[in-house]
């Protein structure tokens, strides 16, 4: 059962760091929490595909893609092999596409927006490193968490 932003920042006070751009939820989940593994890239969906193609166990991958709405670096059926290999979610600073399918998928996506634009498949960025995104850090092994309210990181874990 994922964890809500709310119960998060109440539990963790301080230590829960809400993440503040203005998300918008793209998946047919709309709630989602687990631990992180990141990416950052810009305008390019190879590694992110690279990522999602690994088991997830249950993580969120957070995509850093530079914060572009020109191109999608997410679509349906990048977000199908997430949910197949068992990612929780993904969360991209930047934007997905198949918008209404991804509203199917029992899958939780939050972007910054949608365009229609496809990515490039270049392979340029780096999987595995410390983020910034809206001025909070988030780095692999984190703790992240979903939902309606917002997107809220913390390195430690909520007791039951």
Not at 64 to 93: E, K, P, Q, T, Y
Not at 128 to 138: H, K, N, Y
Request: charged share 20%.
């Amino acid at each position: 059962m994922a964890i809500k932003t709310a119960d998060l920042c109440d539990q963790l006070g301080a230590a829960a760091q809400p993440c503040l751009a203005n998300w918008r939820c793209f998946g047919g989940r709309t709630v989602a929490s687990g631990r992180v593994q990141t990416v950052r890239v810009f305008e390019d969906a190879a590694l992110i595909l690279q990522a999602l193609g690994d088991a997830g166990h249950g993580r969120i991958l957070v995509v850093d893609a530079g914060a572009s709405r020109r191109v999608a670096v997410l679509g349906d059926r990048m977000a199908r092999i997430g949910l197949d290999n068992g990612w929780a979610g993904v969360l991209i600073h930047g934007a997905v596409r198949d918008v209404y399918i991804l509203g199917e998928l029992d899958f939780c996506v939050f972007a910054l927006g949608a365009v229609p634009c496809r990515g490039g498949k270049a392979g340029t960025g780096e999987i595995g490193v410390e983020l910034s995104l809206a001025g909070t850090p988030i780095r692999p092994g984190d703790f992240i968490a979903m939902d309606a309210d917002g997107v809220v990181v913390s390195k430690d874990l909520p007791t039951a």
